[in-house]
């Protein structure tokens, strides 16, 4: 096993970070890590923001869900799925391309190459001693973070990743069996082979539990996602999702 697929397997969340912070040169390799993911057609349809405003920092940990995590820690990145310079070539060159640009297709490439980006930037962070953690959390309240980030249309905000010096290490959340996540030529509709690696999964992430929080908490990883998906959630997204110009069509 090699560096690299050791760094990638001893990921885990970090929530709790020293004051020191990135170094400009730190976050231009990581930036520079994160142009080197794939992208779709050479597309780059993706937009990276950083937060070093501390008023700015303070409001998205508000936003976030009161997170101290997002105001406390070495950088924090914002990444959007940004057609915006697609829309400016198109009308620079007397182009209307509004159809392509908003339909379904447009809005994923977006999504997947912010997320591949975001990706590499976690690997080469964790392979430099940092710790990263990414923040869904802006979701919650799109509409004021798009106001204090200033995004135009066709620039949409998807999540934060803050990284910075651990102050502690957390421990490793175990993942599902590779059983159910990995299928070979056709999807694994077995409920014989469901129930019993979501039942040994459920018994280890009890114990997990149990364990970190003393005895205070030991519900089941299928619990939790009944819980997590009774209700849609952010349900406004749908139309702002449109109002920024994306997924139109």
């Given amino acids: 096993m090699n560096k690299t697929i050791e760094t990638i397997l001893n990921h885990r969340s970090i929530r709790s970070f020293t004051d020191e912070r990135l170094t400009k040169e730190e976050v231009l390799t990581l930036v520079k890590s994160a142009q080197a993911a794939s992208t779709s057609s050479n597309v780059q349809a993706y937009s ?26 070495g950088h924090l990145f914002v990444f959007c799925a940004d057609l915006k310079r697609h829309e400016y070539i198109a009308q620079k060159a007397g182009k209307i391309h509004q159809e392509a640009l908003e339909n379904t297709e447009a809005f994923l490439i977006s999504v997947i190459d912010a997320a591949l980006a975001a990706q590499n930037v976690s690997v080469a962070a964790e ?5 990263i953690c990414y923040i869904g959390g802006l979701r919650n309240q799109l509409v004021e973070v798009s106001d204090l980030l200033e995004t135009p249309s066709y620039v949409l905000p998807l999540f934060g990743l803050v990284v910075g010096h651990p102050a ?27 129930d019993r690696y979501l039942q040994e999964y459920d018994e280890r992430m009890s114990r997990y539990y149990e364990k970190r929080t003393n005895g205070e908490r030991k519900d089941t990883w299928s619990e939790q996602m009944i819980r997590s998906f009774s209700q849609p959630k952010r349900a ?6 449109k109002e920024k110009g994306f997924n139109r069509k």
């Avoid at 392979?127 to 710790?131: A, C, R």
């Avoid at 502690?168 to 469901?194: F, V, W």
Wanted: proline fraction near 3%; aromatic fraction near 8%.
């Fill in 236 to 241: 406004y997204l749908d139309d702002f999702v």
């Fill in 127 to 131: 392979s430099m001693g940092l710790g």
């Fill in 168 to 194: 502690n290490q957390s421990s490793q959340k175990e993942r599902l069996p590779i059983e159910l996540i990995y299928h070979e030529n056709t999807y694994q509709q077995d409920e014989a082979h469901l």
């Fill in 48 to 73: 990276i923001i950083g937060v070093t405003d501390q008023d700015k920092k303070a409001k998205l940990a508000e936003l976030a869900g009161h997170q101290p995590y997002v105001e406390n820690n």
